[in-house]
């Protein structure tokens, strides 16, 4: 076959196919746009929306038989080619490139595939930048308890040196004849050198190096966990952390501004009264006062 | 064999109470007040007179974000608020609220400059529009002490308590088990401290409330143990100890912003006491605390150490500076039994002198 014949047929068989999807997409809405006005529902109970998946499935079936013809079509085409009778091999593998529906549907329409990742989720080419964030926290994970153990064996010297201290302290006082104590007493002994050494741990380097590993330890695993569930945030389009942070900030630089200026408009309103007050004092000091009973003057002509 | 029965008798006798207490008994904070101002989650409280108000003009208590200001009016007979009220104290406190990470960027700019100055404002406006006096407890006596250097002219008599001002004095006496937090928060870095705020968004009430208990380690361990075991028969003793449970528990998360300069321009670069710290663009120069200004610390307290607070002697433009020392901890100079007897009429023969 001509290959331009061959272009006239996939063209022909894609508009077809397509032509059908669109017209059992429509279909499909208009259904449930009736039934949604048309369904029997009790006051305040939403309305029960047919998913529609049978014509949806039907859209597919057209869709698919399209897909597969045009497909059938284009192996055929690239066959020919390949057979020698056409075209060089190279421009032949170029046409039969030229004439997969798969091409035309994956290349040239950016806007498509942005559309088509943001709806749908993540794709193959995603599935390594989850695993990385999960294997992030997974090693946050165990650095933790890494350091948790290291950190609990310091602890565990300590408690060996107050115990040793302990064992020391009661057998000083046996053989120094004291007598027996009470188990109270025992107690408030053990919990005494308990406490000294524990609190000179505290104060040694190792002690608080560990601390500080520590401490960064379950902030990087809390940062992970962060980093993932701001990541699932976003595919799902629910608000992530950071989002909601940077919300936050927003409300409280506007609140300061706004607390600012009413500061001022105050200060402004309190200039005003203070000089309103020193005038009407002024005015009061500076107006003479009747001196009382004076008798009027009259003039005698 | 009699220790036994008596300890078995305890035990009984502290079944029936657990049985019994429920939490709406366990009441802090119960002398009456009033709302008279509110903006965003801070609140202002106007207590209400219990006799004749003696002493003017009025006194404004401001507690830190760590922890809240029940503790001064833990319950009726360890309450700094009734004491000061009954001595004749006009009272007012201002409650920051609950912190949440909406709350993230809040700086100690806007505590200071911002709510605790419409705070003053409002104090001043319904008492004649004058200077007030001030009340600072351990970080609020920060944001008091910040106040009274950049609005001199707003503050009759200030009153730190258990402040701390030189957050590296804790190495003057070096005693152990006191200046832990100074320390431990020495041996981070401050992207350690970023990293952490930035995690949490906040600096979560739970994570400073473990950080106080490494402070006594044993205390810790043993209080539901061998010390409820001492209280659990006497149901006086018993309430005490679960209004001071209610209070710890009480811990509500301190805003990012304001924890990193907290944590990294005071605990770590010791701005204040250099005259180095910063607010609204504004040098906090304490040269500038030129009212009269009592400073109460507790001889004993392992949080923030005496030295820490008496630091302020030095540098204070004040003539009239005076300190006073108290037997006790760190919360302990407000609600231990001996304590009520010395500080509330500390603090009012001192404001009465300065009316």
Redesign the interface.
Known sequence: MDPFEYMQKMTSLWSQGGAAMLSAQRAMLEKRTEQAANSDRAEGEPAKAALGLADLKSAGEDFAKAWDSALQASKAATQHFKDGTGPSPFFAEMLGKMFDPRYWLSSGDNMDEALNRMAEGPRFADLWVIERKFSAVFTAWTSLRRRNLAHNQIMLEAWIRATEQFSKTMAEQDAGGAASK??KDM?ATW??I???T???T??TEPY??S??EL??AS??L??AQ?ELTDFYGEVFGYPTRTE??DV??A???L??EF?AER?KERAQRDKISEAAARTQAETAENTPVAAPDAPAKHDHA | MA?VAKLGQKLARGAELFATVRDEDVAIATTPKDEVWRQ?KVKLFHYRPLGNVTISPPVLIAYGLIGRYTMADLQEDRSLVRNLIKLGVDLYVVDWGEPS??????TID?YVD?YL?ECVREVSARSGGGPINLLGICEGGVFTLCFAALYQKLIKNLILTITPIDFHGDTVENK??HG?IN??TR??SSQ?ID??I????NLPGEFMGSVFS?L????TL?KYN?DMLDVVDDRNKFMNFLRMEKWLADRPHHPGEAAKQWLIELYQQNKLINNAFKLGGRLVDLGNVTMPTLNVFAKDDNIVPPATSQALGRKIGSKDYSELGLPGGHVGVFVGGKSQTLLAPGIADWLRQRQ
Do not use: C, I
């Open positions: 009470s188990w107690a919990v005494e308990a406490n000294k524990l609190l000179e505290q104060r608080l190096a601390q500080r401490l960064n902030t990087a809390r940062l962060q909601l942070d936050y900030k409300v409280t630089e609140k300061r607390r500061r | 220790e965003d990470r909406a709350d993230r960027w809040l806007d911002g100055w152990l088990g832990f320390l431990w041996s981070l350690d990293h952490l930035d995690a949490y968004g490494m006594s380690p044993m205390r043993t061998l």
